[in-house]
């Protein structure tokens, strides 16, 4: 019997292995874990638009939205084999495959949302991009994420004393699993379209994800107290599998790779409406939103956690790069 992911996948596996005589038209097979209507879905398909447009159609993007293909740390290693071309997820996952993306998860890293973009449009986020390849992906672009806040369905948060003892779910990354210990909670690595079950069932206390995760996922139905921590600004990453990537002419590449630029600043935009609108609807909603949070002492905390995961020289650098960036717009 097949389960049903494997009955979804098989006719993308099959096609991954049709090898260098399938037609010129098959389409890149694409993954995200988010509706259609989601922000990074909605990259997708400017993709998929820019490549119909300037390929007369010979280029085009299957968008497979909703988790359908699975969990986003399954979808990546299905990407590596060549099972899917494209893959939008979230950083935290690639960060036990490629060291060098550690770097844009250390909490409270970034200054403000200008020093993150600056970061990832700039040459120190091209590097960690390229880094990818050692590991069969094709680092293609990062999109905004916005910032990361907790919520949880027991108290508000404003300092780190107000952490202690909570069970709170993380993504699938060492770092957050340090991160969440070293502020005195206890952290639970689930798949993103199990934390609502989690949350309802008492599973975990609460969670932490950006306004429109929030509200998409309806985190916020269980979870009410949302306190602004933004302790982490990591991006969303749009990587191709190598295999494929390999298999296409450098004016194929060329397409897909200015298309993909191309789209980062279209879902800047509808990114930045959807923040503020999620945010408006929660709190209409009733959501009880913390403004005042000490964010220096949550900061002090991740002294150790910084030192923990950059005790590498050339990812320490990294880092040391993104500090040091200027940025004219903050
Ligand atoms: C969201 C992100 C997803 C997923 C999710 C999570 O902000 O867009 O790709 O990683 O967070 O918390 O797992």
Redesign the pocket.
């Known amino acids: 019997m097949l389960t049903r992911r494997q009955f979804v996948l098989a006719p993308l596996l099959l096609s991954a292995c049709g090898g260098r005589d399938e037609p010129k038209t098959r389409p890149l097979f694409a993954a995200d ?2 509706p259609d209507e989601y922000p ?1 879905v909605q990259a997708l398909h400017a993709i998929d638009r820019l490549l119909n447009e300037r390929t007369n159609g010979e280029m085009r993007v299957r968008i497979y939205a909703g988790g359908q293909m699975g969990a ?1 740390k399954d979808t990546l290693e299905i990407t590596v084999f060549g099972g899917l071309d494209l893959n939008r ?2 950083l ?1 996952p690639l960060n036990s495959i490629v060291p060098e993306t550690i770097v844009l998860a250390l909490p409270f890293l970034f200054r403000s949302i200008a020093h993150a973009r600056a970061a990832f449009d700039g040459a120190v986020g091209r590097k960690i991009l390229d880094a990818m390849s050692a590991q069969g992906l094709h680092g293609l672009c990062y999109y905004d ?1 916005g910032a990361r806040s907790f919520y949880n369905t027991k108290r508000p948060i404003r300092t780190p004393d107000d952490m202690k003892g909570l069970k709170l779910r993380v ?1 699938n990354s060492d770092i957050y699993v340090a991160m969440v210990s070293a502020l005195g909670a206890n952290p639970t690595p689930i798949p ?1 379209g199990e934390v609502y079950q989690a949350l309802v069932q008492g599973v975990v206390d609460g969670a932490e ?2 306004w429109p ?1 929030y509200e998409s996922a309806r985190h916020f139905e269980a979870a009410q107290h949302y306190s602004l921590t933004r302790h982490v600004m990591a991006p ?1 990453v749009l990587v191709a599998s190598e295999r494929r990537w390999d298999r296409m002419t450098t004016e194929e590449q060329d397409y897909l790779q200015a298309a993909a630029y191309d789209s980062v600043p279209i879902m800047r935009k509808i990114w930045d409406a959807r923040v503020d609108a999620a945010r408006a609807r929660l709190i209409a909603s009733g959501v009880q939103v913390v403004e005042e949070v000490d964010g220096p002492a949550f900061a002090e905390l991740m002294l150790p956690v910084w030192d923990q995961f950059l005790s590498d020289p050339n990812i320490r650098a990294l880092a040391d790069e993104i500090v040091a960036l200027e940025v004219t717009d903050e």
Do not use: K, L, M
């Open positions: 874990t988010h990074t986003e997820v979230n935290a994420s993504q993103y994800n950006n995760s969303e």
